[in-house]
């Protein structure tokens, strides 16, 4: 049987390893199988790197990680319809049913049965894989091929920004780790503003002006609150988007937020935590929890926005590593000194 390089979490304890593994087989008639070009490092995939508590508890070994990716269909199964051997794709990383009341409520993102690619399958972080045809998305032969494996978190920050709607409104971004900036750009391409950041990294500060905030406030050193009411008129602002997971910075979104506002929040928390439910209440707030994309809503308007030039992933992509180095890009990301990662699999 033919092997392929592969990133597989063989142990059950940090760390990933390069192997020989057989290359996917096609089994069912939804499946395409894939060769993988570029695959780009989620918090995700550090997190099963790392072997936190949620991927002990998630992950079974042994498992091929990854699932941020761009490549060509090289197979499909009898029943394949929407895409052909030779097309450009990247995929939906949700996995649905297809058949459970979400599906067949418009809410396939959060399917009762769903399955992740790289956390409950063998995912992408290899030279070839397979997917069902369900999640798979036809890239414009125009996208950068790099850019395109970046798809998936920049539909994060295209739900997360539309879901209250931005345009003309100041806005409040709470974290600018890579989605936190891909969010300013898509923010700032519908018409928000001003565009206030609050991030505590010196290196994402810097990130976050790069992509177009119109303030970037360090929390651990200012009084970001009294910031925005001041630019603000005192009201507050009118979006935040919680994109950070920190507890005090959804705190900042409930408080400074104006009356009537809209809190999308993408950000994952550690553990739970009280919040001041009353302010929420008598504020008349709008809390909007976000999770996945839009099937495929989301993918439709990042891919525009790719295509028509008004998100520059260029200022987002900092590294663009050899697959083997791998492991660089993995630590990178733990320090945090880097935008989106992305590795180069194949030609
Ligand atoms: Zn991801
Ligand atoms: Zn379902």
Known sequence: ????????????ARGLSMQKVDIPVITDEHEVLIKVKYASICGTDLHIYQWNEWSQNRIKTPQIAGHEFSGEVIGVGKAVKSVQIGDFVSAETHIPCGYCRLCRTGNMHICKNMKILGVD???????????PEVVLWKNAPELSQHFASV????GNAVFTVTTG?????????TGAGPIGLMAIQVAKALGAGPIIVS???DFRIDMALKNGADYVFNPTKEDVHQKIM???????VEAALEMSGNEK??????????PSGHISALGVFDKPFPIDINKVIFKNITLYGITGRKMFETWYIASSLLLNKRVDLNKIVTHLLPFEEWEKGFLLMEQGNCGKIVLKIAE
């Not at 049987?1 to 059950?12: D, G, H, I, Q």
């Not at 910075?249 to 937020?257: M, P, R, V, Y």
Request: charged share 25%; proline share 2%; aromatic share 4%.
């Open 151 to 154: 798809q998936e978190p920049l």
């Open 230 to 236: 001041r630019l603000t008129n005192g009201e507050g």
């Open 165 to 173: 709607g931005v345009a003309g409104k100041s806005t409040l971004i």
């Open 199 to 201: 991030e505590v990294k």
């Open 121 to 131: 399958t063998n995912g992408i972080f290899a030279e070839y894989a397979k997917v």
């Open 249 to 258: 910075a959804l705190g900042l979104c409930i408080d400074a937020l104006l």
């Open 1 to 12: 049987m033919a092997t392929m390089k592969a990133l597989v979490k063989s142990e059950k």
